[in-house]
């Protein structure tokens, strides 16, 4: 049985978990804005096909769906790109703005189906790996550690190894399990290319935690 965490312990351990809550989901939801264009050498791939304009007019239908938040036109037309357009870029983007859609109307098992969908069946390796991101963060916020950790444990490019380390540190963290959370995102910060931002989120985790990655040694 797991030792209890003293008061300081807790109390780091609550404030990540609020950071989660608050920043957690938005931060992983801008990544998708950058990493897509992992997958853009797909659009030339199917520019040449006729079907392209039919996933495009499909993929606008289902947009304006989303912002309108009309669930039933939004279902059809993610249905409809699913059962004819699968192997699209159109439908992979569209997997990933549903799943975003029924996260944020509170229907948390509709928006990990679609992950689900997404990380069985695109054929892009970067889409592949933001929905497994997404839906790590989706368990783990469950309280299903193992199943995240699991997951994380999956096949990713390498472009995604820094992202996958940090997601692991706050999954360790989030049990308690600091020094386990330490290594990853040590990790993290070493894979993370230091002219972005995102190292430095790595980094005050890290500092949280006595750690200092930049400098001399690290102090516990």
């Known amino acids: ?8 312990e807790q109390e780091q351990l609550d404030q990540l978990k609020h950071f989660w809550k608050q920043y957690g989901n938005a931060i992983t939801w801008a ?9 853009s050498w797909n659009f030339y791939q199917y520019w040449q096909r006729g079907k392209v304009a039919q996933a495009s007019a499909l993929f606008e239908e289902l947009d304006k769906s989303v912002k309108l938040g009309d669930t039933a036109r939004v279902e059809r037309a993610l249905s409809d790109l699913q059962s004819g357009f699968e192997s ?18 509170g229907n948390a098992d509709s928006s990990k189906k679609v992950l689900t969908w997404l990380i069985d069946k695109s054929a892009d390796s970067g889409y592949q790996s933001i929905a497994k991101l997404r839906l790590s ?11 995240a950790l699991k997951l994380l444990d999956s096949s990713f490019p390498t472009e995604f190894h820094g992202l996958v380390q940090d997601r692991k540190g706050d999954i360790f963290r989030m049990q308690g399990k600091n020094a386990e959370a330490i290594v990853a995102y040590k990790e993290a910060f070493k894979l993370t290319d230091d002219r972005t931002e995102y190292r430095r ?3 005050v985790k890290l500092n949280s935690l006595g750690v200092n990655p930049v400098g001399d040694g690290s102090s516990q």
């Open 137 to 147: 963060g989706l368990l783990a916020e469950e309280g299903a550690y193992v199943d």
């Open 1 to 8: 049985m797991a030792t209890p965490l003293d008061l300081e």
């Open 31 to 39: 990544l998708i804005v950058v990493l897509s264009g992992f997958a």
């Open 88 to 105: 699209t870029v159109y439908t992979q983007q569209a997997g990933l703005q549903v799943s975003k859609f029924y996260y944020d109307a």
């Open 201 to 203: 989120l790595v980094e």
